[in-house]
């Protein structure tokens, strides 16, 4: 068996996405699967040394890795109309930002990208995705951007919204938010990579197709959310776009990263899929 160290976050929706892989239910086609978990931003920095086969990676992160890797043609997740939420104690608009500074959950986030996009030169401190909220609901930090269950719990702790990250980008462009999307290494080659690419995406279609089997496998990452809460998280971000990206997936994605690029806050970046040309 050919060993392939495939890396994810511990989160409810990429539990479901691999739900199948770990636990045998689809022909893995002679490849063991070593599961390593971390969280997005460290597997970001991780991708950026070339240390994992296949990872999950912030499309943020992209610019920074796409020497070494491509992404897959599946296993994307996107905020369609919804997605990252910028939080506070107290009612708050854009403007109302000046001189505040925002917690993200990592400088390399989608979320990060997607806050500077919003209101550019916005001031930021780095906490671990799940201390945002506690440090905002405990006046550590004025404002903090969420990712992960958080976006589903912040109001049970008397925050408010200031902005749906997702929502904005949508009524800005009319396509979904990306937010992280799965990379193989491109030296593997073309053959390991197409097993690679099947394998992943019928783990995909098969928590898809067999949702209360997989849900049950994923809510031992769901973070305290009960069973209905984690059963929408995990439909907001395992979904018809993880299937597959689609046109207007990649289009979301290219324009995602020129308007970065436009801005200064990331590289120049040709979109590359595995199997086809960078374009």
């Not at 950026?48 to 999950?56: C, P």
């Not at 599946?74 to 997605?83: E, K, L, N, T």
């Not at 919003?118 to 903090?144: K, M, S």
């Not at 990579?193 to 949702?211: F, K, N, Q, T």
């Amino acid at each position: 068996m050919t060993k392939i160290l495939l890396a994810h976050s511990p989160d409810s929706d990429d539990a479901f996405m691999f739900y199948a892989i770990a636990e045998s239910k689809i022909d893995r086609r002679g490849l063991e699967f070593v599961h390593e978990l971390s969280d997005i931003e460290t597997l970001n920095r991780r991708a950026e040394r070339g240390e994992l086969d296949v990872t999950a990676i912030s499309f943020r992160a992209y610019p920074d890795v796409c020497g070494r890797y491509a992404l897959l043609p599946h296993g994307a997740s996107f905020g369609d109309g919804y997605g990252p939420v910028v939080v506070a104690r107290r009612p708050m608009t854009r403007g109302d930002l000046d001189g505040v500074t925002v917690a993200i959950p990592g400088e390399k986030t989608s979320a990060a990208l997607a806050l500077q996009l919003w209101r550019p030169r916005t001031a930021t401190t780095v906490l671990p995705f799940d201390r945002i909220l506690p440090a905002v609901a405990a006046g550590q930090v004025e404002v903090g951007v969420l990712i992960h269950e958080g976006q589903l719990t912040f109001r049970d702790e008397g925050l408010v919204a200031v902005e749906d990250l997702g929502r904005w980008w949508k009524e800005e462009t009319g396509l979904p938010l990306p937010l992280g999307g799965n990379v193989v290494r491109k030296d593997l080659g073309a053959e390991l990579i197409g097993r690679i690419s099947a394998v992943l995406g019928e783990s995909i279609a098969y928590g898809l197709d067999h949702r209360a089997e997989a849900l049950d496998h994923a809510m031992k990452y769901a973070r305290d959310l009960n069973r209905d809460k984690a059963d929408r998280f995990v439909g907001m971000y395992v979904n018809g776009w993880t299937r597959s990206y689609g046109e207007a997936g990649r289009r979301a994605v290219e324009l995602f990263l020129s308007r970065a690029a436009e801005a200064g806050l990331v590289p120049p970046v040709r979109v590359e899929f595995a199997g086809e040309a960078a374009g």
